[in-house]
């Protein structure tokens, strides 16, 4: 098994930058299908980005093109690069870890919470107008 803890989160004005890691202990996330989810108050958790094979990486329409999502097998870390922050990121951010690939990445879908067996315990992205 593999224990994730997220950092990075914070407050910035919209069309600011946050980068969000997220470190595992444990296994290697190198061999996990890992991916952001993010939790606005009142809503469903939602699919962000998500890498698998250490290369094929998935976005949600909503962040592609301003959000990149990366892994850095050496320091056992998952990172997300997040530009153009916009008030609609705001959100509690998780990462997560499957030990399989989930099949909607398969079609560069972005996959339900359901599909990851392992979570961290989330970092708050608040965007302010």
């Known amino acids: 098994q593999v224990h994730l803890a997220e950092s990075g989160g914070g407050s910035v004005q919209a069309g600011g930058s946050l980068r969000l890691s997220c470190v595992g202990s444990?296994?290697?996330?190198?061999?996990?299908?890992m991916g952001w989810f993010r939790q606005a108050p009142g809503k469903e958790r939602l699919g962000v980005a998500f890498i698998y094979g250490g290369k094929f990486k998935v976005y949600a329409d909503s962040v592609k093109g301003r959000f990149t999502i990366s892994q850095d097998n050496a320091k056992n870390t998952l990172y997300l690069e997040m530009n153009s922050l916009k008030p609609e990121d705001t959100a509690m951010y998780y990462c997560?870890?499957?030990?399989?690939?989930?099949?909607?990445?398969?079609?560069?879908?972005?996959?339900?919470?359901?599909?990851?067996?392992?979570w961290g315990q989330g970092t708050q992205v608040t965007v302010s107008p």
């Open positions: 997560a870890a499957s030990p399989s690939v989930p099949i909607a990445l398969w079609s560069d879908n972005t996959p339900d919470e359901t599909d990851f067996l392992y």
């Open positions: 444990g296994n290697s996330v190198s061999t996990y299908s």
